[in-house]
């Protein structure tokens, strides 16, 4: 078992309701937390976060990065107490 | 495609209609691209050289094919004229209700030229253009000016929609803007000096035409289908709230914003760089034009109870800034009240003025003071009192926007063209070299966010045509670190999206800024394709739409073609001016001083920047050395009229 901790941003956040939390995961990979996540907060942060057609993390308007700022995919694999922002994926204006 | 041009001679009253030929769509699709031709055209029979505050520089609107017919979201109208502020190649776009109105009038495109005696405004109506005295609106700020031409045009046949410029632009001050609609603003380049240099106050347009559609049946299915796309996307909800303010909380996390003439890269204030005004501030979203399904835009309203400096500006209401308006207050400029930051966006808006070139210029004196490298003399002597230039002050900040604007002493004198010309200017009056504390690209002010962990980003900067410019290129594919968009359009190689690596940056900004040129002449907003870059990719998404609408069906092979076009029409006529590979560069900061936090600390651009460069001119086709195109690559785009006179200025390549 692992832990790995998430910080949630802008809409992640709004259907969370919360900053941040840890999860703990018997397998060390980005899918099983992307699942761990979806399964907790439902359909709308399953569509939010995974992308049904091709099984990858959801691309459009999201980022998510680890602690060095490395955008992650769904075959990563995880280090035990990593972190991983959920993150909005826009700029400019 | 059937499409109409007004052109109106100031000098003379004269105007005229013009049918634009259907080939020319094909050739540049539309909007910035056929507004580029124009002005292209133009200057093959009136000097290059000219004085862009003169009446031989030409100030071309249009708007694209798709605007106004349902196809795609937002709207973007463009004007394209010779910058006054930097000189060279000059356009900007904004969204809004003004641009489609100008079909429903009757036009897709006015060129105007000359300069009228006394302050005028063009009222085009219905396929009628008349150009009206304006002295009475002479003075009034642009959102001023809009309410009395709505006023005095009245609501038949339709509400007027206004292009505006404030006392930026009526004192010519390099760096002001054209405002649409009071409230959205074409703001890069110097529109409005442009205008103002004509004396030509406003454009006004009252239409109730309709727009002409090749096959409409398969346009309502397309739109039908491109609703439901944007509907079944579940970050679109976040937008909707938040629009591009989205970025703040993510760019503080990463560290990519520019604070106080980026020396660092995150904002400092605890409401700033957090989400919580949304809470406190926002009223409610909407949309920027009639066919938008997202409604990133919104309202925000001040009732002077959210801090104590939010009294001053009890009852203010506007939009919501949009990322970077906020950012150069919030970073560039260290405010650190959210209730100013808003009311920085509105005032630069009442101005007419660019805020990011503005920034730019007074967080430069604002550093030279926090340095101590310009004493209590040099102040007064450049302000013509003492003035404190503290960081976050908007009251001293406000006063020097005044400034600039009205270029009424010598500090608004000599950075009314932005940063890199201010600073110029002084270093050489003060006989001391002040430009490493100057942040531009290619002579273009800044856009103030944090690039230099972005090798892709600092390379848009150099080689934007119209100077630093985060709307040409868009590095999203790094910036984002999007692997699968890497893959996609190079092979399924996957460096593209590697921050650590030179290879494929230069590359990248060519293709994105061919797919920029692309989205910016179908005449939509370039959200939807920033979101989702895969689901909405210029070159195979919007074909369809284009085809339905004009009638012209092209491969996205052929489209990307005529982005690619498009690019190198707006290079060429930089390199008419005398713009080289020397031209192509950004400032010392960038260049040599390392990032210092965020989560990419330690990164400067020379580490990859000429690898960039090259690798940039070798997927363009131009020549390494020198920067300049080549006759083969303009005899593949079937651009051999253009090559000719290149050659004949002796600014093409030499084989």
């Not at chain 1, 099984?55 to 694999?77: H, P, Q, V, W």
Request: charged share 25%.
């Amino acid at each position: 078992m692992i832990t790995v901790h998430t910080q949630y941003q802008a809409r992640f956040r709004e259907i969370t309701r919360i900053a941040g939390e840890s999860f703990e995961l018997a397998a060390p990979l980005v899918a099983e937390l992307a699942t761990a996540i979806a399964n907790k907060y439902g359909p709308q942060m399953e569509s939010l976060l995974i992308d049904r057609k091709t099984n990858e993390l959801n691309a459009s308007g999201t980022m998510y990065l680890d602690s060095k700022g490395r955008r992650i995919y769904m075959e990563d694999t995880l280090a035990d107490g990593e972190t991983i922002a959920f993150l909005v994926g826009i700029a400019g204006g | 495609m059937e499409s109409r041009l007004l052109r109106v001679d100031l000098t003379t009253g004269e105007m005229r209609d013009e049918l634009l030929p259907h080939a020319l769509f094909e050739r540049w699709i539309g909007g910035s691209g056929v507004n580029n031709w124009i002005m292209w055209e133009h200057f093959l029979t009136h000097d290059i050289d000219c004085d862009p505050r003169g009446p031989d520089n030409i100030f071309v609107f249009g708007v694209g094919p798709l605007a106004g017919t349902g196809a795609g979201s937002g709207v973007k109208g463009r004007i394209t004229f010779k910058s006054p502020c930097y000189g060279i190649f000059g356009d900007s776009a904004a969204g809004g209700k003004f641009p489609y109105m100008v079909r429903f009038a009757g036009y897709d495109h006015i060129a105007i030229t000359g300069k009228a005696p006394a302050p005028v405004y063009l009222y085009i109506c219905d396929g009628n253009a008349v150009i009206c005295d304006a002295r009475h609106l002479w003075g009034k700020n642009s959102a001023e000016t809009h309410e009395m031409l709505r006023h005095e045009l009245g609501d038949y046949p339709s509400a007027a929609h206004t292009l505006t410029i404030g006392l930026a632009g009526e004192n010519q001050a390099g760096i002001a803007s054209v405002v649409s609609d009071a409230s959205r603003i074409h703001a890069r380049g110097g529109g409005g000096a442009v205008l103002g240099s004509k004396n030509l106050k406003a454009i006004a347009v009252q239409g109730s035409g309709g727009i002409k559609i090749h096959n409409p049946p398969g346009l309502l299915k397309w739109s039908d289908g491109f609703r439901q796309k944007i509907d079944s996307n579940e970050a679109i909800y976040g937008f909707k709230r938040r629009g591009t303010l989205g970025a703040v909380e993510m760019y503080q996390h990463i560290g990519g914003h520019f604070w106080r003439n980026n020396q660092g890269c995150l904002f400092r204030g605890e409401e700033v760089r957090s989400d919580n005004w949304v809470k406190k501030y926002h009223k409610y979203s909407e949309v920027c034009s009639a066919d938008c399904f997202i409604a990133c835009d919104g309202r925000y309203k001040i009732d002077g109870t959210e801090s104590e400096k939010s009294k001053k500006y009890a009852g203010e209401t506007f939009r919501r800034p949009e990322y970077l308006t906020t950012a150069s207050a919030a970073g560039a400029l260290d405010v650190r009240d959210w209730s100013e930051v808003a009311h920085w966006g509105k005032v630069t808006n009442d101005y007419g003025i660019d805020n990011q070139d503005l920034s730019c210029a007074i967080s430069f004196v604002m550093e030279l003071k926090q340095k101590n490298l310009i004493s209590a003399h040099d102040v007064a002597e450049l302000f013509g009192k003492q003035q404190r230039l503290e960081w976050g002050n908007m009251e001293d900040i406000e006063a020097l926007l005044r400034n600039v604007s009205l270029r009424d002493n010598l500090f608004g004198q000599l950075f009314h063209d932005g940063p890199y010309w201010g600073a110029l200017r002084y270093s050489e009056m003060k006989g001391q070299n002040f430009m490493k504390y100057a942040i531009y690209g290619k002579g273009g002010a800044a856009f103030t966010e944090e690039m230099r962990p972005f090798p892709t980003w600092m390379n848009n900067m150099a080689v934007a045509s119209r100077g630093a410019d985060h709307l040409k290129g868009i590095g999203l594919i790094e910036k984002f670190q999007r692997r699968d968009l890497s893959k996609r359009y190079f092979n399924g190689r996957t460096e593209a999206a590697d921050l650590s690596i030179p290879d494929l940056k230069g590359a990248s900004t060519a293709l994105l800024e061919n797919q920029v040129a692309l989205i910016n002449s179908y005449g939509v907003c370039l959200f939807h394709w920033m979101l989702d870059p895969a689901g909405f990719a210029p070159e195979e998404y919007y074909g369809p739409a284009y085809a339905n609408i004009t009638g012209i069906s092209r491969t996205p092979q052929e489209l990307m073609q005529n982005g690619e076009r498009i690019c190198n029409l707006e290079k060429a006529f930089n390199s008419r001016l005398g713009l080289r590979r020397e031209h192509d560069t950004i400032c010392e900061r960038w260049m040599h001083e390392p990032t210092t936090e965020g989560m990419y600390p330690g990164k400067v651009a020379a580490d990859m920047f000429e690898t960039v460069l090259d690798e940039y001119y070798e997927w363009r086709g131009w020549d390494k050395t020198t920067g300049l195109q080549t006759q083969s690559k303009l005899t593949e785009l079937g651009m051999g009229d253009v090559a000719e006179v290149l050659a004949a200025d002796g600014a093409l390549a030499r084989a």
